[in-house]
């Protein structure tokens, strides 16, 4: 028998009703920053009504990169290099104990992520990566396949101890614009393609 998921939390409520105004977007799922895969059985779990939809999961599993000057703060001191490490193993192992189906999980560093690494279409994207360059890449590799009516929701963006997110959030969007359209839920930024 399969274990129950605990009630998501607010932000992951505020998530997963994004997640669900792309169920008619073709294309899969994408996270950037799975971490130890919490976030990403919800998502599983929201998906199984939309079986042609397969979840994708990027993380380096070597904990956080090294900050830029981007990703200063004040109140992030607590966000060091080597933090937040965990093992694609025991992502796959929580995916088992709930019973839902494997998610594709690539490791790697998001600049060493290549397009074959990519689905061919994205509906929806949750960019969690925590630091500008991060974020930046993500964009970099979600944009071009996000279909329209498509989402992108970053987390974070209102969060003062990783201000790297909305700098990149802002720069992307000052670069398309006329592509996206923006607005918040919770802390994250969403944006959807026009």
Not at 132 to 142: C, G, M, N
Request: net charge negative; charged share 25%; hydrophobic share 40%.
């Amino acid at each position: 028998m399969a274990a129950d998921l605990q009630i998501p939390d607010r932000e992951t409520q505020l998530l997963l009703k994004e997640l669900a105004k792309t169920a008619d977007v073709p294309g899969d799922v994408v996270e950037f920053g799975c971490y130890m895969g919490d976030t990403s059985v919800q998502l599983a779990r929201a998906m199984e009504d939309n079986p042609d939809k397969w979840l994708y999961l990027y993380d380096s599993f070597e904990g956080l990169p090294a900050k830029t000057a981007e990703d200063q703060s004040a109140d992030g001191w607590r966000f060091k290099e080597g933090e937040l490490k965990a093992s694609p193993d025991s992502v796959a192992h929580k995916f088992k104990k709930y019973q839902l189906p494997d998610p594709v999980i690539v490791k790697g560093w998001f600049n060493e992520l290549t397009a074959d690494d990519l689905p061919a279409q994205i509906s929806f994207a949750l960019l969690d990566g925590d630091f500008y360059e991060s974020i930046k890449t993500s964009f970099t590799l979600v944009a071009p396949r996000l279909n329209p009516g498509g989402i992108i929701a970053v987390h974070d963006y209102r969060n003062a101890a990783l201000p790297g997110s909305a700098k990149a959030v802002t720069e992307f969007m000052e670069a398309h614009e006329a592509e996206y359209d923006f607005r918040l839920a919770g802390t994250m930024a969403i944006l959807v393609k026009h």
